[in-house]
């Protein structure tokens, strides 16, 4: 059974720099192949999605946040990490990392999400 | 265009049949997909491919394509199935993602 979970604070100041966790089992990042997403949602919005990163290590990034993002993996603790820079309030959202499955397009299995707000 | 265009609202009677919408160019290269999600929750993958459910998605779900515009179909509408509904597909280049704005099922 494919499980994730994202942690990581609840407020963050403007300029500040957040981290996210998503701790996932169920799977392997190493040889299994598939990948996490990252997909936030502001309060009453819809779905953006940030960035993946696959078992390869092979990342790509929202072509518009690119430069504020970077996402890593820590497979022996079955771990993926999203830092986002110079955090602004128009970032206040629920950030999900999700399970893409090896050679699919759609993600299939997400966690419960992580609502981020942005203030000072 | 590079975005995927869905109708904000949508209603249904209780048993009766609705369709949403998704609109976008890329849609004629890769098919949609679809989310479900209710409020509070994360959203749940509901349709992939041509017309694939996920196991546990009621076969009252269907999904269809022609051209720019991909539809999911419910068939017989549950209260249960009131939600807020995602397409999404992959980009040209193939390594990103996007959503659609979201519709909003109201089954009345």
């Known amino acids: 059974q494919i499980t994730l979970k994202e942690s990581g604070p609840m407020l963050v100041k403007p300029t500040q720099t957040l981290t996210l966790t998503c701790t996932f089992s169920g799977f392997s990042l190493t040889s299994s192949g598939g990948g996490v997403g990252w997909i936030r949602q502001p309060p009453g919005k819809a779905l953006e999605w940030l960035a993946i990163i696959y078992w390869d290590d092979f990342k790509h990034y929202s072509p518009s946040l690119q430069s504020r993002l970077t996402v890593t993996k820590d497979s022996s603790k079955n771990q993926v990490i999203l830092t986002m820079t110079n955090m602004d309030p128009v970032d206040t959202a629920t950030y999900f990392c999700a399970h893409n499955d090896f050679g699919a397009y759609y993600f299939d299995y997400w966690g419960l999400g992580t609502l981020v707000t942005v203030s000072s | 265009s590079s975005e995927l265009t869905q109708d904000p609202a949508v209603s249904v009677a209780l048993g009766q049949t609705v369709r949403i919408t998704c609109q976008g160019d890329i849609l004629r290269t890769y098919y949609a997909i679809w989310y479900q999600q209710k409020p509070g929750q994360a959203p749940t993958l509901v349709m992939y491919?041509?017309?694939t459910r996920p196991s546990g998605i009621p076969d009252r779900f269907s999904g269809s394509n022609s051209g720019s515009t991909a539809s999911l179909t419910i068939t017989g509408a549950q209260a249960e199935d009131e939600a807020a509904y995602y397409c999404?597909?992959?980009?040209?280049?193939?390594?990103?993602?996007?959503f659609g704005g979201g519709s909003r099922l109201t089954v009345l």
């Open positions: 999404s597909s992959r980009d040209s280049s193939g390594n990103h993602w996007m």
């Open positions: 491919g041509k017309h």
